[in-house]
């Protein structure tokens, strides 16, 4: 006798409904340092984040909002769900607190988890603060590390891609203080210390390959490199600024090539 295609889907829904839907929930706190109340009408959020990709975006796989957020500190719950984690994969948590889109505090260093620890997390967030001390007016979509960041100006000059050449960019990792990238010529390599929104990028070396095109252009980007000690970022771009707090690099957030 055949079976009833009808009766099978219905089964197979049946059976997937039945299925848990979530597999569990990232738990922890979050505060920061500063002594000052947070306004009325400011939103706490963190997000779970699969960031196993080293040049492409993290991708969210879990959030959780406290609107209003209140005061320091935030107790947090992030579900997520089965299907979305996978075997071998890194994950890490990232908390912000805004107001009306403007950004007020980050996390700014790589927190692991789903890493077999089942301690609840400690996040610290820091003043996004800027200038004279007036938030970014964005909140930043791309995090600093693990993210393919594709270089558009040296300074006040547009970068060129000589053909047959790749596109200038760097990749700061996510589970250790090294960097990697490509000067459009000869693959880059070194390390970097960052705290807060401080960053210089030590020990900056490349291969040594000549090329027919760009090797001025190169010169360039490794000197702008060694001179920066700052970043800042707004949406999808990433400035490296000198000691004089002028543009020495600006990149743009995009997928990995």
Known sequence: M?????????????????????????????????????????????????????????????RSTLDPAGQPPFHFGVAYQDQAIEPGHRYAVRAVIRQHGRLLFTTDTHVPALDGSNAPLQLQLVSASRGEGKPSAQVPDSPLRGTYWKLTRIGDAPVSVAEHQREPHLILATDEARLSGNGGCNSLMGGFEVDGDQL????????????????????????????????????????????????????EAVAQR
């Open 2 to 62: 055949s079976k009833n295609p009808v009766r099978q889907t219905l089964a197979a829904i049946v059976a997937a409904l039945a299925l848990p839907a979530l597999a569990g929930t990232v738990t922890g706190t979050a505060a920061y340092r500063e002594r000052i109340a947070l306004p009325p009408d400011a939103v706490f959020e963190v997000t779970l984040q699969d960031v196993s990709r080293a040049g492409a975006p993290a991708k969210v796989i879990g």
């Open 200 to 251: 210089r990028i030590k020990g900056l070396a490349g291969t040594m390959m000549a090329c027919a095109q760009g090797m001025a252009q190169e010169t360039q980007i490794l000197r702008a490199l060694e001179t920066v000690r700052r970043y800042r970022i707004a949406g999808h771009q990433l400035d490296l600024l000198g000691a004089d707090n002028v543009v020495a690099a600006r990149f």
